[in-house]
Nanobody
């Protein structure tokens, strides 16, 4: 069974930085794309960004220029670097590892989430 674990969340002041990690085990990580999502209280889950198996990244407009997604296949780990954090970035952040086969079928493996709170 694939396991995905996020870490690195916490309390940070506005304008600060934080880096989240997402470790996936029991999977060939290099074959997985990785999505980062977030969900604020009473709001729908929002896609923050994605990194493909080739290392290509896309971001939501709300975080573009402030957040950076990267991956280290040797460590089975993806990262979400967050800078210039705002109170509206407060949310539970989730990592989703996904695999798509040549036939278009997709498998998703979610972590349990990590809380990020931006407050003074």
């Amino acid at each position: 069974q694939v396991q995905v674990v996020e870490s690195g969340g916490g309390l940070v002041q506005p304008g600060g930085s934080l880096t989240l990690s997402c470790v996936a085990t029991r999977t060939v990580f290099s074959l997985n794309g990785v999505d980062w999502y977030r969900q604020a209280p009473e709001k729908e889950r929002e896609l923050v960004g994605t990194i493909t198996t080739a290392g290509l990244t896309t971001y939501a407009d709300s975080v573009k220029g402030r957040f950076t997604i990267s991956r280290d296949n040797a460590k089975n780990t993806a990262y979400l670097q967050m800078r210039s954090l705002k109170p509206e970035d407060t949310a539970v952040y989730y990592c989703n590892n996904f695999y798509e086969n040549s036939g278009g079928r997709r498998w998703d493996y979610w972590g349990q989430g990590t809380q990020v709170t931006v407050s003074s």
